[in-house]
């Protein structure tokens, strides 16, 4: 997928989001996006009216509209085929999935055309980190 002009890669550690995956999808799925230390790391296309997120909700939702919107992939199909109840899952344990998220990094690459001249292209590059501390508390970078 290097070669996408509009790109969403998402690297997350969240323990009960992938409880709720493990619940729903194979083992073989899992493995091509959880590393041995349970980091999640995703790359998905995507439209160029992506908007960062701002919080863990927005990322959580990010995630299940990339997901959706990318069901040709192999997670996607996944998603797609256990929708409702990964949707379930995670709505009864939502606070917690919230509160799961570490180590969040999201880079989000589009290409648009050009407002002052049709012909041309403007590449936009973002990256947002959220961090939690020990106390609790989150740390968004942009």
């Known amino acids: 997928m ?12 969240n323990p009960i989001l992938l409880d709720v995956f493990g619940n729903h999808m194979e083992n073989s799925v899992l493995a091509s ?16 009216s992506v908007e960062p ?15 959706e919107s990318n069901s040709e992939t192999a997670v996607g199909k996944a998603f ?3 929708e409702n109840e990964i949707m379930r899952e995670t709505i009864l344990r939502l ?19 050009s407002p002052e001249n049709p012909d041309a292209e403007v590449q936009k590059h973002t990256e947002f980190t959220l961090n939690r501390t020990k106390s609790g508390s989150t740390v968004i970078k942009q």
């Open 2 to 13: 290097s070669e996408l002009k509009n790109y969403a890669e998402m690297s997350f550690s």
């Open 33 to 48: 996006f959880v590393s041995a230390n349970g980091t999640m790391t995703l790359k998905f296309k995507a439209e160029p």
């Open 95 to 113: 606070s917690k999935v919230l509160d799961g998220f570490g180590n969040v990094r999201i880079t989000l690459h589009t290409t648009e055309e």
């Open 53 to 67: 997120p701002k919080n863990c909700e927005d990322v959580l939702s990010l995630l299940y509209s990339l997901l």
């Open 80 to 82: 797609i085929a256990k």
